[in-house]
């Protein structure tokens, strides 16, 4: 079985990290290899491997704390624009299986991006699909 992720490490105390900003369930902190000047990585203490798995009040507490980072790393960096991003799953690019949202500071000509490759599909394709999630 997998011991525990290098981010419940760093919860426990037993590897560093650049803390931003902490509550009791939540923790921020520069992200090691960043993208940017100023990514950060806001993650639950608890265990959770995906967004999916935390409680409706810990997914609410991350996100009041994820507009918190938001704030204070723009503030401080100065960029004008900025990503949030968050990977559930290998195939989505999930490297450190701990819930994380990325804050990614953008400024023009910085060279990142994603390869979009959107998809026409018919307008009742995406209804009778709409209805299906929303339970309609
Ligand atoms: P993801 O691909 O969404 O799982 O992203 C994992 C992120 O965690 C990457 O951007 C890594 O640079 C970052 N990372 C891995 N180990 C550490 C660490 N010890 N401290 C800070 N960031 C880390």
């Known amino acids: 079985m997998a011991g525990p992720s290098i981010f419940s490490r760093i919860v426990a105390g037993e590897i560093p990290c650049h803390r931003i900003y902490e509550t009791d369930h939540v923790l921020a902190f520069l992200d090691i290899n960043p993208l940017a000047e100023g990514h950060a ?45 968050q990977n559930n799953g290998s195939l989505a690019g999930q490297e450190v299986p701990h819930v994380h949202f990325h804050i990614i500071p953008r400024r023009e ?24 999630i929303a339970g309609t």
């Open 41 to 85: 990585l806001v993650i639950p203490k608890r265990p959770v491997e995906r967004l999916d798995e935390l409680t409706p009040d810990e997914a609410a507490e991350l996100g009041r704390a994820v507009r918190e980072v938001a704030v204070r790393v723009m503030r401080v960096v100065g960029a004008p624009a900025y990503n949030v991003l």
């Open 109 to 132: 000509g910085d060279g990142l991006g994603y390869r979009w490759r959107p998809q026409k599909v018919a307008p009742e394709v995406l209804a009778a699909l709409a209805a299906r």
